[in-house]
């Protein structure tokens, strides 16, 4: 599988994975010195990212069994939902434009992402794949975005309204159509996981995939988890500490990849204009499951401050911290308390 990840990925991935444990997420600390359980850890490189999985358990079978089970899954849905990979379900998908008998997988997270672009008014659509690529192209071989004349002529190829699903059939209406799922299914896939350990008894567990986080469990001392948000414009550290027990969250950002250094161009493309969003630097979604939280923050990414936390205030349970440009913060009145 095709896995394009950087330094900056790398750095960024695993602070955030740590972050939650360093700053007490589990506490860990008084478990390891009682004795009674240790930590059980496992980075992979899946879906075009890095996928990490930790637990605290105290039989080393159990946990290391549990973890493997749930990277097997993870494999499992890759091969149905990942782009990266030619072999995928979705692959296929987009090389045919059509697709019968597909899994159920794929026609659930499919419906789930119609669900998200009529909530978001059309900023959240899976179908902006080939502005993605022409975005790619273009700046690959000159430097450059494309031309306004190229963008709006591809624009014809994004709408989420011409994904047609019939039982499990999936049709793309449009000449030129194809579908990037990276804006849900990272999200899908930790859900997936963390139901797997769920369903085995653990109740202390962390997936995490690119800034997409499940966690189950309290800490010791019966306190919310702190978990530490990357700064948008650091290579590493927190740009603020959160206090929260709700246990799924997701984050995007213009910096995960940038086609320029000033970030005024990246893989965030708004499939109502067919250009990078301007406003939000970083979005952090707290919700009820991780697949909601992920494309919540994408569509936050398109939709800038006003219009997403006008949103956000009408949908129970969810919660959301956006960074602008000028590293200023936003929140809806419902955001975790600050610790640090």
Same mark, same amino acid.
């Not at 306004?148 to 049709?171: F, G, H």
């Not at 650091?234 to 910096?255: M, R």
């Not at 936050?300 to 997403?308: F, I, L, R, Y």
């Given at each position: 599988?095709?896995?394009?990840?950087?330094?900056?990925?790398?750095?960024?991935?695993?602070?955030?994975?740590?972050?939650?444990?360093?700053?007490?997420?589990?506490g *860990?600390?008084? !478990?390891?010195?009682?004795?009674?359980?240790?930590?059980?850890?496992?980075?992979?490189?899946?879906? /075009?990212?890095?996928?990490?999985?930790?637990?605290?358990?105290?039989?080393?079978?159990?946990?290391?069994?549990?973890?493997?089970?749930?990277?097997? =899954?993870?494999?499992? !849905?890759?091969? *149905?939902?990942?782009?990266?990979?030619? #072999?995928?379900?979705?692959?296929i998908?987009?090389?045919?434009?059509?697709?019968?008998?597909?899994? @159920?997988? %794929?026609?659930?997270?499919?419906?789930k992402?119609?669900?998200?672009?009529?909530?978001?008014?059309g900023?959240?659509? +899976?179908?902006?794949?080939?502005? &993605?690529?022409?975005?790619?192209?273009?700046?690959?071989?000159?430097?450059?975005?494309?031309? =306004?004349?190229?963008? =709006?002529?591809?624009?014809?190829?994004?709408d989420?309204? %011409?994904?047609?699903?019939?039982?499990?059939?999936?049709?793309?209406?449009? @000449?030129?159509?194809?579908?990037?799922?990276?804006? *849900?299914?990272?999200?899908?896939? +930790?859900?997936?996981?963390?139901?797997?350990?769920?369903?085995?008894?653990?109740?202390?567990?962390?997936?995490? #995939?690119?800034?997409?986080?499940?966690?189950? /469990?309290?800490?010791?001392?019966?306190?919310?988890?702190?978990?530490?948000?990357?700064?948008?414009?650091?290579?590493? /550290?927190?740009?603020e500490?959160?206090?929260?027990s709700?246990?799924?969250?997701?984050?995007?950002?213009?910096?995960?990849?940038?086609?320029?250094?000033?970030?005024?161009?990246?893989?965030?493309?708004?499939?109502?204009?067919g250009?990078?969003?301007?406003? +939000?630097?970083?979005?952090?979604?707290?919700?009820?499951d991780?697949?909601?939280?992920?494309?919540?923050?994408? #569509?936050?990414?398109?939709?800038? +401050?006003?219009?997403?936390l006008?949103?956000?205030?009408?949908?129970? /349970?969810v919660?959301? &911290?956006l960074?602008?440009?000028?590293?200023?913060?936003?929140?809806?009145?419902?955001?975790?308390a600050?610790?640090?």
């Amino acid at each position: 599988m095709k896995n394009n990840i950087n330094r900056r990925d790398f750095v960024r991935i695993t602070a955030v994975g740590a972050g939650v444990l360093a700053l007490g997420g589990f506490g *860990i600390k008084e !478990l390891i010195e009682s004795g009674s359980a240790r930590e059980f850890a496992e980075t992979r490189p899946l879906l /075009g990212t890095f996928i990490t999985i930790k637990l605290i358990e105290t039989e080393a079978e159990r946990a290391n069994g549990a973890i493997e089970d749930a990277f097997a =899954e993870i494999q499992r !849905l890759s091969l *149905i939902l990942s782009r990266h990979d030619p #072999a995928s379900e979705l692959s296929i998908l987009n090389k045919t434009g059509a697709i019968a008998n597909a899994s @159920p997988e %794929l026609v659930g997270v499919i419906q789930k992402a119609r669900a998200f672009s009529e909530l978001s008014s059309g900023a959240f659509d +899976v179908s902006v794949l080939p502005l &993605l690529k022409l975005y790619s192209q273009s700046f690959a071989e000159g430097g450059s975005p494309p031309a =306004e004349r190229d963008i =709006e002529a591809t624009r014809a190829a994004v709408d989420y309204r %011409l994904i047609e699903t019939k039982d499990r059939s999936i049709t793309l209406a449009a @000449p030129g159509m194809g579908l990037t799922l990276d804006g *849900i299914a990272k999200g899908y896939v +930790v859900d997936q996981a963390a139901a797997l350990l769920k369903a085995r008894g653990l109740t202390q567990v962390m997936v995490e #995939a690119g800034g997409d986080m499940s966690l189950r /469990g309290m800490r010791e001392d019966g306190q919310a988890w702190k978990i530490g948000l990357t700064h948008p414009r650091a290579l590493a /550290g927190y740009y603020e500490v959160i206090q929260t027990s709700n246990d799924c969250l997701a984050t995007s950002g213009d910096y995960e990849n940038a086609f320029t250094a000033d970030y005024s161009w990246h893989h965030i493309i708004d499939p109502r204009v067919g250009h990078s969003p301007r406003e +939000v630097a970083s979005a952090t979604v707290i919700a009820a499951d991780t697949a909601y939280a992920d494309a919540l923050a994408t #569509a936050a990414m398109v939709m800038g +401050v006003s219009e997403s936390l006008a949103l956000f205030e009408t949908l129970p /349970g969810v919660q959301a &911290l956006l960074i602008d440009k000028g590293m200023k913060r936003h929140a809806t009145s419902n955001f975790g308390a600050v610790v640090g």
